[in-house]
């Protein structure tokens, strides 16, 4: 006698597992490839060109979405893309230490962002076939939860796992701690020609010049500070240190203003204000480190420069990887720290001189990932249920699966008020799409152009912490009041929530505050009411949805999400050069009409959302 599938489980023991499984792909082939080519010593010309390719699965997706609609079943899917995944990220791994890992490992990395991107359709669909209404409304907000902390994983637990591998699998680290400080003293470093490597007793180690490195936080002439970075690059590129990397310059003709930015530079534009100071830039000091002894012949020690912890407005500008063989073991590699020209105060970061097999580090941290979705196509493939209406579209032999494919695409476009839900997932968020692009160059631009001066570390801690919190508590909000009453109850607030906060940037550009928390608590409320009102913005997509191709119409969607988010941004910094930044917040915050009047006339059921008695 054979089991009876469940229909049901419990979705707290499926929803956070599965999108927490379809972020990590994503953030591996968007973020912690770069870091790791990086790494490894690909250029950033190659690193730029070949990692911006490999987004394009997820803005093409929509294109072959009704296939997972039409073909099996989302549950089946789901199981093999988790499948595919793993298979991906093993490939990753046993490429790295092969010659032309390159090619190789980006070709696994095509696999790995197709699978992610079906992954996502199927999970997106499945989301939907397995959950009642009420459900859907109330975990909105738990699997946006878990999809971040799937990017804070990639982001930072990954690259922290990298580190730890690296540091342990070759050459002892070497901490150096550097301290801004006024009133310091200006760093003066000897000339690198002056200092006279002699072997070290001991086993093979790196030496650094100075463990702790004072910088003052006064400002000096940029003239010098570009000096000398320059200085540090080409001794290091003299040494073989690392090669030049070849960029191509190109000469830009002056382009004519014209009669639409003529007018609105006239009258719209901020005062224009000579900027004092331009010619300064933050201080900086040298480093310089070498071997202890001559390696053996034809070894190559590989050295990565970085930062371990501390505050980010204290930055490597030059060296951060060095090649060291045994031609230039005595001689000194330089990198150049240098403090970010707005920090006044004081502050401290620890940086770390590492040499560990950086290809085995590599190979293991993607061991481990290949093991951790091995046990997510384990976990999954038991524990998601089997709802009864997921089922592939095409089931009649009689039926074309090629006639299908384009039928889903013509029953998505001939919905009732198709103008209507169009217009209102390209206007909803109109006034956010073009915020988030200038909000944090607003809050780093110097007091002088119109902005708060903060610290690159400053707006790290506002955004990537008390940012992350409250746009985290808004989406929890979001979905519990929204299975509780339904989405029509909360539609307006939530309209409100999303595009009122904007007005926080109203003020921050006139008032110009100089408190941390004053800011801090500004960006939060703003943060808040954006998870809060993405949360309508979500149902909704997944209200539109609804139907017998759900899935593929899901998809469709969020192409217009995509879609919504892209071409407002495009021309919002153009704008913002245009009219400053005090006029663009007021403007952002009359782009959010066009939500309010759309919104009026969105077709809703009064009762989705809300739970629903069973008898």
Known sequence: MTKQKSAYRNPWT????????????????MTVSVIMYKRLGISNADIALYTSWLYLPWVIKPLWSPIVDLLKTKRLWIIIMQLFIGAGLAGVAFTIPIPNFF???????????????????????????????????????????????????????????????????????????????????????????????????????????????SIDTQNQPKEKIDSLKKFAKDWNIANKFYEDEKTRIAVQEKKETSWLEKFLADTFGPEKKVIPYSDLAGNAALVSMHLSNKPAAGEEIVVNFGIESGDKSIEIKEGVRFVFNELNWNKPALAVIQLDPKLKREAFAAFQARSGNIPLAWTITFIVLTGMFVLFFIYHKFILPYPKSDMPAVQKENKSVFGEFFRTFALFFKKKRIGIILAFLLLYRLGESQLVKLASPFLLDVRETGGLGLTTGDVGIIYGTIGIIGLTLGGILGGFLASRNGLKYWLWWMLIAINLPNTVYVYLSYAMPDSFFIISLCVAIEQFGYGFGFTAYMLFMIYVSVGMHKTAHFAITTGFMALGMMIPGMFSGWLQEIIGYQHFFVWVCIATIPAFIITKFIPLDSDFGKKKEVK
């Open 103 to 213: 090619q190789y490992t980006l070709a696994f990395f095509w696999l790995l962002a197709f699978s992610s991107a079906t992954h996502d359709i199927a999970a997106d669909g499945f989301y939907m076939l397995g959950l009642s209404e009420h459900d859907q409304a109330f975990f909105v907000g738990i699997r946006s939860t878990f999809y971040r902390l799937a990017m804070i994983t990639g982001q930072g637990l990954l690259i922290i796992l990298a580190g730890f591998f690296e540091s342990n699998t070759g050459l002892p680290p070497v901490d150096i701690s550097i301290k801004a400080m006024p009133q310091a003293g200006i760093v003066q470093m000897v000339q690198p020609e002056s200092l006279k490597v002699v072997p070290a007793a001991g086993d093979l180690r790196i030496i650094v010049s100075e463990p702790f490195i």
């Open 14 to 29: 499926w929803v956070p597992s599965l999108y927490y499984a379809e972020g990590i792909p994503y953030v591996v082939v």
